[in-house]
């Protein structure tokens, strides 16, 4: 094999590969398959009559926004199964045809790539099961590696970062890398409590934001510097003890938010059980006032949540590293810095939460399993969804609440 290109690699992402039926979900239901133009012409060449007809029925072209990637896409039947999935939730092309037959989506999910600096990197999305066990639950921080890997190997490329590029000299851009590895030493920090570095995290990204908006991203190396001293100094701990906890006010925002995309439609049946779990852990009801679910949501947390997360905080840990890396935080995503940690603290709020109602479901059988479906489901019905993304970072705005005051407000119980 003609070893050519490197690539930047989560170290979980060596022992990763399909566990095809004996997945407890399958990433062939729920939503919609792009086709690539290659595999598409393929599938009209087909001379297996039995694909071919189901070929002919099930895969359409894309009319409009059409690209390379994106030129067709699987028509799903009414229970959102793909119709290539036999009852044994194996693919009939990959059966029949071959791999070489899969599309590229079917191919390479649920790896993503991006490039930075023109090396590849590679991750994993959370809506894969068996991706979150191998991410996720290894209580050590997570490493990576340089690989090398077969320059034909196709890659369907998610975003791009060049710190080079004159375009970016006076951008954040500029300072990519210093700032990712700024945000991934301090998320997995130990010394600190993992709300203790969010929010440490958000000061630096407030104020960041704040010397981009005067035109001093020049700053931006002399800041991480002054951060990373009094990190290392301590400084933090007396000012994170005084920041109080509203989780009233958290628990009701966030759950406005898990309310729309139930409201917004959704058929996984993984999730839905989920968030169910959640409603009775917290005893939500018509009749029950906001400061009674609050005080059966404060004790699901205190009798259950805490205890089993002290020792299993790095599952968390993890799933932020994982998304830092994989989303090229913080310069991909929404237009201003700030807005990318807004997103990602969203992100794991709305998980806690979730977590903690189930945790006064199942009260001391609260366990691994229960996370694991939680984070798998809570990621395929979210952060695969563009429209929902857009509806919470426009919420937070509308609302007035996309600020630290009410970052910490969500983070810290």
Partial sequence: MNKEKKMLVPQYMHEFKCIGSN?????CIGWRISID??????????????????????????????????YAKIKINNDEFCPFLTE?????????????YLSVTCTTYPRMTNVVNGVLEKSATMS??????????NPEPMQFDYIEVDKNTENKIGNNVNTHQISAANKPEKYFWELRIFTIQLLQNRDYELWERLIILGMFYEKLNKYIKEGKVNETLNLIAGYTKNIEQGIFHEYLNEIPSYKTVQMMILKELADERILGGTKNQRYLKCFVEFMKGI??????????????????????????????????????????????????????IFDNYMMLVIHYSMIKMHLIGMAGVHKEKFCIEHIVKLIQSFSKVVEHNKMF???MHDTLKKNEIANMAYMAILIKN
Avoid: Q, W
């Avoid at 997945?23 to 990433?27: G, K, L």
């Avoid at 939730?89 to 070489?100: A, D, F, M, Q, T």
């Avoid at 894969?128 to 639950?137: F, G, I, N, S, T």
């Fill in 88 to 100: 044994e939730k194996l693919c009939r092309i990959h059966s029949g045809l071959g791999e070489e």
């Fill in 23 to 27: 997945c407890e979900d399958s990433c």
């Fill in 128 to 137: 894969c099961p068996e991706a979150v066990r191998l991410a996720l639950l």
């Fill in 389 to 391: 993304l857009k509806y």
């Fill in 283 to 336: 005893e939500f009801t018509v009749e029950a006032t906001k400061e009674e679910i609050s005080e059966h949501y404060e004790k699901a947390y205190i009798d259950y949540y805490k205890p089993y997360m002290e020792k299993h905080e790095y599952i968390l840990e993890n799933y932020l590293v994982n998304y830092v890396f994989k989303n090229l935080f913080p310069v991909k995503g929404e237009k201003e």
């Fill in 37 to 70: 133009k290659n595999t598409y012409t393929k599938y009209r060449k087909c001379k297996n009559k039995e694909l071919k007809e189901l070929f002919d029925k099930s895969v359409k072209r894309n009319r409009s926004n059409s690209s390379e990637y994106n």
